[in-house]
């Protein structure tokens, strides 16, 4: 068994093959996109790796023939342990036969020798995303017991909602146009003082829970209406549209707050619960009736983003930070940057790219023909508009 150590990574991989030189294309092909790769010559290694306490492993990618314990088992042995670690199973020798057993022992995917070896890596990288959005879920669902007790009492819950409200204020962080070395627009970002619901994913969460929603999303356009007015001429703000406020009349009210500056805000739609496919665009078209402009957040994060470059037919994308974070270091990444950037200006759309902390990450989307780049790397957020290093 091999293991691969790096500080900066995707993730660990466990292959598993008895043909040496299989494993040495999968610790290749998987390495040179970022991933940290252990290698086992059989099932019963593997079993040992997978126990071993220092070892987290993202995804399994095992060979189905092999002596001692075979894939098949293998991935048995694997659910017993786990049920949410993504086995992908690789064979010479496919059949229906086989894909109907590799399914009822839990496998995630089959792949076929010889492999392509790009293939290869997307599904690698597709498993283990998933097993990192199940771990995501059950983190937050651990939070929310341990911060409510185990029937999640919502009079608590109310009441420090109440407090985060009360106590909540906006962030500001600069998009800049590379191309012009100008500042473009600022993103208001929710905060709070409220120490249970600091992550805004909680906060949010937590108003979802609580059909506060309309009420949060009112605060935080009234909190931006107020602050735009400080703001230079032709500098945009982009401000978060939670799917459910979509049926929030005072957001369609001309005379709301942030309606008197429209032309100068930017909304970015958000798909944590999903946009009606018939509703949603009739809505959407009511705010650009009033001056807004719209544009969909987080492409590549897992939502149904790119559904909504049809649907809703934004003026800007915004690329997710899970795309950008060391995209100079891995070709995958820069293809995908890439060709959404091309689909992106073809559909009439800018493409913001977000968390951007480095200079080499800044140079890869100036290559990719991203020219609004917004990360730590430009400027933190921060109470006031602070401006940005150009």
């Given at each position: ?16 093959d ?9 610790a ?39 002596p ?15 049920e ?35 293939a ?23 939070y929310?017991?341990a911060l ?33 070395r ?21 906060f ?7 059909d ?19 703001l ?6 982009f ?36 946009i ?22 987080d ?19 915004k ?40 200079p ?13 780049l ?17």
């Open positions: 068994m091999i293991g691969e150590q790096a500080k900066d990574h995707l993730g660990r991989v466990l292959v598993v008895d043909d040496p030189a299989i494993r040495r294309v999968c290749r092909v998987l390495g040179a996109e970022g991933w940290v790769v252990t290698l086992a010559e059989n099932g019963r290694i593997a079993m040992a790796a997978l126990e071993a306490p220092e070892n987290q492993f993202d995804c399994v990618l095992t060979d189905v023939n092999m001692e314990l075979d894939g098949f088992a293998l991935v048995s042995e694997v659910r017993k342990r786990d949410e670690l993504p086995v992908l199973l690789m064979t010479g020798d496919p059949s229906l036969d086989g894909a109907v057993r590799a399914i009822d022992r839990g496998a995630v995917s089959y792949i076929t020798k010889p492999f392509d070896q790009e290869l890596a997307a599904a690698v990288a597709r498993a283990a995303r998933r097993h990192s959005v199940a771990r995501m879920r059950r983190r937050a669902e651990s929310g017991r409510y007790g185990g029937s999640e009492d919502k009079q608590l819950m109310a009441k420090r909602f109440a407090s985060a409200l009360e106590r909540s204020w906006m962030a500001y962080q600069p998009i800049v146009d590379v191309k012009t100008t500042l473009f627009a600022y993103e208001a970002l929710l905060r709070t003082e409220e120490e249970s619901l600091r992550r805004t994913d909680i949010i969460a937590t108003a979802e829970k609580l506060g929603i309309h009420q949060l999303g009112r605060i935080v356009r009234a909190a931006v209406a107020r602050a735009i007015v400080e230079p001429p032709g500098v945009l703000v401000v978060n549209v939670h799917g459910l406020e979509l049926a929030d009349e005072e957001l369609f009210s001309a005379t709301s707050p942030l309606a008197q500056h429209a032309s100068r805000v930017v909304l970015e739609i958000t798909e944590r619960t999903g009606d496919p018939v509703a949603g665009p009739a809505r959407v078209a009511m705010l650009r009736k009033l001056g807004y402009r719209i544009a969909v957040d492409l590549g994060a897992g939502y149904a983003a790119l559904g909504a470059l049809a649907t809703l037919e934004p003026e800007i994308v690329l997710d930070m899970s795309l950008i974070r060391d995209i100079d270091r891995h070709p995958t990444k820069r293809r995908v940057v890439g060709a959404i950037a091309t689909m992106c200006r073809e559909l009439g759309s800018r493409v913001v790219a977000e968390g951007v902390e480095t080499a990450e800044r140079e890869t989307c100036i290559e990719a023909g991203i020219e609004l917004q990360g730590y790397l430009l400027a933190k957020p921060a109470r006031g508009f602070v401006p940005p290093v150009l």
